[in-house]
């Protein structure tokens, strides 16, 4: 399926394309991700449980659920969606990231359907899932409004996005980029740039634009003492997450 440029910026691309190889090394250049996943997956998981009535501590609770990742990236939350049941696309605008997840991801006996593509062009394409989601990219696309229009036409009726990104303060340009940057050197420097950072009250105006109806948002904390990240109702001062839903 060709690659849609509606939203895609070419330059954000290439940046995550020179670090495809590297998506399963904890620690190198996705080392923040890989710290973060257990509470973004905490979070996801909740939220999927919730919104279908599904029982967490069954062997397979997404069982019947058309989950699609955008920016899926190496599949670092394709994989563990897939094991929990669901039947996931993970789709990227960077074509170097997808052979890197198809082959992890077989290594792993995990059937995952990886596509080169966009959310726009899976939209035009009719496609429609129960779960969309939408981490840490909207931070990255060229029309945030109509990326995430995009993703309201992927989902069903009833259906959860949960999406991810950065708060816009004095805070996140010192933990995000100086911070991971250029003092832990965690992500190559220009990884994320500032302005394109969006704040919780935009994301949220943006969200009811494109024609969701969001129903949750929460913090997600570093703590430098015990080295771990924690799910906070009250500080999304840094990275933050949503849940919307498509109106039924």
Same mark, same amino acid.
């Not at 909740?46 to 990236?73: M, N, S, V």
């Given at each position: ?78 994989? /563990?969606? @897939?094991?929990?049941? $669901? !039947?996931?696309? %993970?789709? &990227?605008?960077?074509? +170097? =990231?997808? /052979?890197? @997840?198809?082959?992890? $991801? !077989?290594?792993? %006996?995990? &059937?995952?359907?990886? +596509? =080169? ?12 899932? &129960? ?118």
């Amino acid at each position: 399926m060709p690659v849609s440029q509606t939203t895609v910026d070419p330059a954000e691309v290439a940046k995550f394309e020179a670090m495809a190889a590297d998506w399963w090394d904890p620690s190198g250049k996705f080392k923040p991700l890989h710290m973060l996943n257990p509470c973004r997956l905490d979070y996801i998981c909740t939220q999927i449980a919730t919104e279908y009535d599904r029982d967490l501590k069954a062997q397979r609770p997404f069982e019947g659920l058309r989950l699609l990742d955008i920016g899926c990236g190496g599949g670092l939350l394709s994989e /563990p969606m @897939a094991r929990l049941g $669901a !039947e996931v696309v %993970g789709a &990227d605008a960077a074509a +170097r =990231n997808i /052979p890197v @997840a198809q082959i992890h $991801a !077989e290594q792993m %006996g995990l &059937d995952i359907d990886y +596509r =080169n593509t966009t959310a726009e062009a899976l939209a035009e394409a009719g496609e429609r899932f &129960d779960v969309v989601l939408n981490m840490e990219v909207v931070e990255h696309v060229a029309d945030p409004l109509a990326y995430l229009t995009a993703c309201h036409d992927l989902l069903k009726p009833g259906g959860l996005q949960v999406c991810s990104t950065i708060n816009r303060n004095p805070k996140s340009y010192a933990m995000a980029i100086f911070g991971a940057e250029v003092v832990m050197r965690w992500l190559p420097r220009g990884t994320h740039e500032w302005n394109k950072f969006i704040t919780p009250d935009e994301l949220f105006a943006l969200l009811e634009q494109a024609g969701l109806r969001p129903v949750d948002r929460k913090g997600f904390v570093f703590n430098p003492i015990s080295w771990a990240w924690r799910l906070s109702d009250r500080d999304l001062s840094v990275n933050y997450v949503t849940a919307s839903l498509r109106p039924e």
